[in-house]
DNA sequence: GACGGACATGTTAGCGCTAACAACAGTGGT
DNA sequence: ACCACTGTTGTTAGCGCTAACATGTCCGTC
């Protein structure tokens, strides 16, 4: 058990100079010890850990900061944390921090708007962080970013381009290859796609490999829909779907953009007299917890949120350390479940 | 190809002085301007606030917390950000706190045990926040908070506790009450109760209005199984509720400590050949933006939870002024949707 | 016209810490 | 013996800012 202090001591400030009285020796000797340096003589560093646990003492960050210019900070500027995956790249992102030694300070920005995001980025930097890191797939975000140009780091994660230099990204590309695939394999003769907001990089992407995929394959190029990431968008487009194909159309898959979405869609499908997969073959995108419950189990691709968060810190950290760092790629991987199967016949 | 400095000057530190020389006044003038002081002479004040913005100048946040031993930085120590509920907590913790000017230093803990809490904070005290926030429903956690006393004030959100003092939370308990007085009167004989973790504050709480509402209205009390929030353990407990309904137990009502497992009950409910509402009512909690497109949407408790983190930041802000300040309370909302019904006949 | 007081500024002294240097030991080689 | 050298400690000087005090300056007042 951690003895804070004897009986009270509610908040006296307590600092270097106390413990080096306590130790009996000078408080940069003090300082030496709490930051490892190499030249101390083992009796003298023991005993000044003893005093500084018997005191209790931690040092003070700002005069730290103030005198080395660096606050062992992290700014993370964010948005829809609300949404499992940002959220689950958060986590990430501060666990590799704290691992590392550093704390996160977060902004989640509303809009995406260049305006939010300098600001976001221009408080991080009066509030000298070490580095800064955005996490958005928005375009107009990455307008920003482009503009911006702060006196520290600045890593971007899980945005489609790379103009930016270091920016760590799941390949949609490839997430939304697996899915072309799998669907062509079943013998659908094309796929559809309600992709999220188009000013979405990651959205942006995952259409592109779509597209392409589909091109490559020759395969009709298939309807493109437009959607906000939630499951009421997902519902609006389902009924459009159904009515299309209640107009002859023949729809047999459809590619959401993200599992929720797709969720919204099968309901709106189910609602409509229609069955997944017997009818229309769907597929979602993130592999939320929930996905393996939807109605039926949602065929999905895997995103890695939290590596994305890991690598995001590391390439901090190597930039900090002024290495060399280039664009890192995390890979999706397709679970097959029980929304997709082989077209009507 | 990292693109550091592009052009501009890359990062010549900026100091207070330089505005001064810059305005032609001292650099104490300058601060006056900066912290709004009243006793400068317009003519002056905006002589400075020109300089400021043709220099770019932005104080060091780390000299100030230094001198004034305030960071304006709050600390929220939370865990389970991937789940809607506290994600959106944080968002409204986060909003709340940037308009009173403070930044957010977030520290997501995993196991909720006292350490990595006590740590939490620890660190937290060392970064010289002004407050922390501590932002967790669990039983040890909470013992956690009562052992520790930090030097700055600790408010604690959504616990169910109030021993602390100062306390944020959603009344859980009549929460709980609207779900049985909703089923009960569809004319159901009892409810039975899904409830979340047992050291969860939270689903204690609800555990206990559930319990004290049966009793009230005289209805014979109803089983208690424990999940842990996800849909697998809804899935679990379904296939337990069904089992026993084929053996004759007539259970009806089934209230889930959260919109997760309650999807997850529902899931094996209808795989087991069960129909909801019309073998069993289903009622959740926390009214997740999936919970309409379940199957069917889902009958379920709405609770603000920014509002919580709202709240959280106004007690933060009452107690750094040295106001007196109490444990607030935040009402929840039933929302009927169709996954109840009357019992089966 | 000398004087107290409100205002406007400048000057000084630190906040708690680390970096640089200075001051000493103790070594071993010659 | 001496000296150059390594290892250990103490001393000093700031980091950039704000609080407290010191210094003006311009009023109105009697």
């Known amino acids: 058990m951690s003895t804070d202090t004897t009986g009270s001591a509610p908040a006296r400030p307590l600092v270097m100079s106390d413990v080096a009285a306590r ?16 030249n101390v003589a083992p009796v003298t560093r023991s005993r000044v850990q003893r005093a500084i646990e ?37 986590i990430g992102l501060e ?22 995001i300098a600001e976001a980025v221009d408080r991080f930097v009066a509030q000298s962080v070490d580095a800064v890191v955005v996490h958005t797939a928005d375009l107009e975000a990455v307008a920003a970013l482009g503009v911006l140009d702060p006196p520290v780091p600045l890593v971007a994660v899980q945005m489609g381009g790379e103009e930016l230099g270091p920016t760590v990204t799941v390949v949609q590309e490839a997430g939304a290859r697996l899915v072309v695939d799998h669907l062509l394999g079943l013998g659908h003769t094309t796929v559809h796609h309600l992709s999220g907001p188009e000013h979405s990089m990651e959205s942006r992407r995952r259409v592109e490999g779509w597209r392409d995929a589909l ?8 309807e493109l829909w437009h959607g906000d990431w939630w499951p009421s968008s997902g519902h609006e487009v389902g009924i459009e779907v159904a009515a299309r194909i209640r107009g002859g159309q ?52 895997q995103q890695d949120f ?27 991987r397709l679970l097959v479940r029980r929304s997709t199967g082989a077209p009507p016949r």
């Not at 018997?54 to 960050?61: H, I, V």
């Open 23 to 38: 130790a009996g020796v000078s408080h940069q000797t003090v300082s030496r010890v709490v930051n490892g340096h190499p």
């Open 54 to 90: 018997e005191l209790g003492y931690r040092p003070n960050a700002a005069a730290r900061a103030l005198v080395t210019g660096s606050s062992r900070t992290i700014g993370l500027v964010t948005m829809n944390v609300n949404q499992y995956g940002p959220a689950q790249t958060m």
């Open 95 to 116: 666990q590799a921090a704290r691992v590392a030694g550093y704390s996160l300070s977060v902004a989640i920005v509303e809009g995406a708007g260049v305006e939010s």
């Open 215 to 222: 091109a490559e394959a020759g395969a009709p190029p298939g």
């Open 250 to 301: 023949p729809i047999t898959a459809v590619f959401a953009g993200n599992d929720q979405m797709a969720l919204g869609l099968m309901v709106a499908l189910h609602e409509q007299g229609l069955s997944v997969p017997g009818d229309v073959s769907v597929v979602g995108f993130d592999d939320v917890p929930e996905a393996p419950y939807f109605s039926p189990p949602l065929t999905t691709v």
């Open 306 to 332: 939290s590596e994305l968060g890991r690598r995001g810190v590391q390439l901090v950290l190597a930039r900090l350390a002024g290495q060399h760092c280039e664009a890192d790629q995390v890979q999706p």
